[in-house]
């Protein structure tokens, strides 16, 4: 008697970028990559990207893959649907906590952004850390106060120097979500609303889409990955995550230098059959 078909486990798939979907050095996604997102797609399974970036970089990649799903950026405190330009959720940090680490870092000309209005925005003459730093998703003003008409969706503190003297004053005090990551020697420390995360921004949008999580793909790297796979009903670790990353999760494909999404995807999303161990 021939098997019953077994229902699709995977109903949406959650992609970070850096170090995850992107490679090694650009933000170049591989063939393989590319053919295993298209091949979800077409399997009917939702797609979207969850990202630490701004809007502008999820927004791009989603319209070349031909993903329609709105796009987590900024950590998961803000989520858009640029079909529809429309902002879906929005959890900022509070204006009074925002203006002391502003005015903490200019009095000791630390080196910071602020995204705000779908900008990031520095003071001039601050080091450009990153090359995309040079690019029309950042602008340059005199003082970073300036552009607080509304509260900022958050707050980085760029390279060693700004990321310690933040930790030492703040991390431990102050009442926002302080993100300290790794990208090769640069570090930076990202600090958002405590309701902010990716994590709780894919809860809200899969149950939009009566997604439970338990049929939810999760692929990242990041420290900040780490509650979005395990919440997820499959968390997977890119290989060139840190160790602790790794650890957190049952899951590790290959890095991002060698398709370890397209492997992701391939075993856990389409292809159900595959045996799921370790």
């Given amino acids: 008697m021939p098997q019953a078909r077994v229902k699709r486990p995977i109903d949406m798939i959650a992609l970070d970028l850096d170090g995850t979907l992107f ?3 650009d933000d170049s996604i591989s063939p393989r990559n590319r053919a295993a997102i298209a ?11 969850v ?39 929005h959890i900022p940090v509070p204006m009074h906590l925002a203006r002391e680490l502003i005015t903490f870092a200019e009095e000791r000309q630390l080196d910071i952004a602020v995204y705000a209005d779908e900008y990031f925005w520095r003071r001039i003459g601050g080091t450009p850390f990153t090359d995309d730093m040079a690019g029309p998703a950042w602008k340059e003003t005199t003082s970073l106060h300036d552009v607080l008409i509304e509260p900022p969706t958050f707050i980085r503190f760029l390279g060693k120097s700004a990321t310690n003297a933040v930790r030492d004053r703040f991390a431990d005090t102050m009442p926002l979500n302080f993100r300290f990551e790794n990208w090769g020697e640069f570090v930076e420390c990202a600090i958002l609303s405590r309701d902010a995360g990716k994590q709780q921004a894919l809860a809200r949008l899969a149950a939009d889409f009566q997604v439970p999580s338990e049929r939810i793909l999760a692929i990242g790297d990041s420290r900040n990955d780490v509650p979005m796979l395990q919440w997820s009903g499959i968390g997977v670790a890119m290989g060139n995550s840190l160790p602790e990353v790794r ?10 230098d060698a398709d370890g999404v397209a492997l992701a995807i391939e075993r856990f999303a389409l292809d159900p ?3 799921q161990s370790a």
């Fill in 23 to 25: 490679g090694p050095t």
């Fill in 39 to 49: 091949a979800a797609l077409q399997a009917g399974i939702r797609v979207v990207l």
């Fill in 51 to 89: 990202t630490g970036r701004g809007v502008d970089t999820p927004i791009k990649v989603s319209k070349e893959l031909k993903i329609h799903l709105p796009v987590i950026c900024c950590h998961g405190a803000l989520t858009k649907d640029f079909g529809a330009n429309r902002v879906l959720g």
């Fill in 247 to 256: 650890a957190a999760v049952h899951y590790t494909t290959a890095g991002n």
């Fill in 273 to 275: 059959m595959k045996e």
